[in-house]
């Protein structure tokens, strides 16, 4: 039997053919390759524990040994200037002083609270015989009560049965009215008859003497109070008169 040659188309043909199956082998080649190496790639070795049951404790050791040294200098200058206000206000609770009650005349004679006005009820009243002047007498006034009180004017004195009282000499009213604190005294001089002989008109001799007191803005201060006179009594007569109320004793028998 005899072969026949093969036609020039059909070694064309045969030619494709086998290129084409190498290309494929060689893709799949190539294929292969990479799933090896990305497969190997996600694979990690795992480290195996060091002998001795050491777990995992680091016994190395090292050191460090360094200088640092630096120098630096800074030089700066500046200006400022700067402007404030502030206000303020506040309030807070004040402790008013406590009040202190009011003076009395027991413990403050000189408050104004406490002074009254010297009368019967409050002083006593003495009558004494003196030699100069003559035919003077000195009335004596002591306050006896537990506050101040106030002589105001002169006295209006009583002789007896007598309807007036005596006049005032005018020249002996003081610069202030006087005060008595308790147990202070003040001093009042009367001239009993005209003269040194004696010889005013009317003249008597009277035993009895009863001292009347004024007040403020009256002639009616309160109660009188009697003095007593010598057992003879004394000779008075129409001349008779009255200083006003004086501080000291000589300033009463000045007149």
Same mark, same amino acid.
């Given at each position: 039997?005899?072969?026949?040659?093969?036609?020039?188309?059909?070694?064309?043909?045969?030619?494709?053919?086998?290129? *084409?199956?190498?290309?494929?082998?060689?893709?799949?080649?190539?294929?292969?390759?990479?799933? *090896?190496?990305?497969?190997?790639?996600?694979?990690?070795?795992?480290?195996?524990?060091?002998?001795?049951?050491?777990?995992?404790?680091?016994?190395?050791?090292?050191?460090?040994?360094?200088?640092?040294?630096?120098?630096?200098?800074?030089?700066?200058?500046?200006?400022?200037?700067? =402007?404030?206000?502030? &206000?303020?206000?506040?309030?807070?609770?004040?402790?008013?002083?406590?009040?202190?009650?009011?003076?009395?005349?027991?413990? &403050?004679?000189?408050?104004?609270?406490?002074?009254?006005?010297?009368?019967?009820?409050?002083?006593?009243?003495?009558?004494?015989?003196?030699?100069?002047?003559?035919?003077?007498?000195?009335? =004596?006034?002591?306050?006896?009560?537990?506050?101040?009180?106030?002589?105001?004017?002169?006295?209006?004195?009583?002789?007896?049965?007598?309807?007036?009282?005596?006049?005032?000499?005018?020249?002996?009213?003081?610069?202030? *009215?006087?005060?008595?604190?308790?147990?202070?005294?003040?001093?009042?001089?009367?001239?009993?008859?005209?003269?040194?002989?004696?010889?005013?008109? &009317?003249?008597?001799?009277?035993?009895?003497?009863?001292?009347?007191?004024?007040?403020?803005? =009256?002639?009616?201060?309160?109660?009188?109070?009697?003095?007593?006179?010598?057992?003879?009594?004394?000779?008075?007569?129409?001349?008779?008169?009255?200083?006003?109320?004086?501080?000291?004793?000589?300033?009463?028998? =000045?007149?």
């Amino acid at each position: 039997m005899s072969i026949a040659a093969p036609t020039r188309s059909r070694v064309r043909l045969l030619t494709a053919a086998a290129t *084409v199956a190498l290309a494929a082998l060689s893709l799949t080649a190539c294929n292969n390759g990479d799933r *090896v190496r990305d497969e190997g790639a996600s694979q990690q070795p795992s480290k195996s524990a060091p002998a001795g049951g050491d777990s995992g404790k680091d016994t190395s050791a090292g050191s460090t040994t360094g200088d640092n040294t630096g120098t630096g200098t800074d030089t700066g200058t500046g200006t400022g200037t700067g =402007t404030g206000s502030g &206000n303020g206000t506040g309030s807070g609770a004040t402790t008013k002083p406590k009040p202190q009650p009011a003076s009395t005349g027991k413990n &403050n004679p000189t408050a104004a609270t406490s002074r009254v006005t010297c009368n019967g009820s409050t002083v006593k009243v003495t009558a004494q015989s003196v030699s100069r002047p003559v035919n003077h007498m000195l009335l =004596t006034v002591t306050n006896t009560g537990s506050k101040r009180c106030d002589l105001y004017g002169y006295p209006a004195l009583r002789f007896g049965e007598a309807q007036s009282v005596p006049p005032v000499i005018d020249d002996s009213q003081p610069q202030a *009215v006087v005060s008595l604190s308790p147990g202070q005294s003040a001093y009042a001089g009367v001239a009993l008859s005209g003269g040194d002989d004696g010889g005013g008109a &009317n003249g008597r001799t009277e035993k009895t003497l009863e001292v009347f007191f004024q007040g403020r803005n =009256t002639n009616d201060g309160g109660p009188g109070a009697k003095a007593a006179l010598p057992a003879k009594g004394v000779y008075v007569d129409d001349s008779l008169k009255v200083t006003y109320w004086q501080q000291s004793m000589s300033d009463a028998l =000045t007149w």
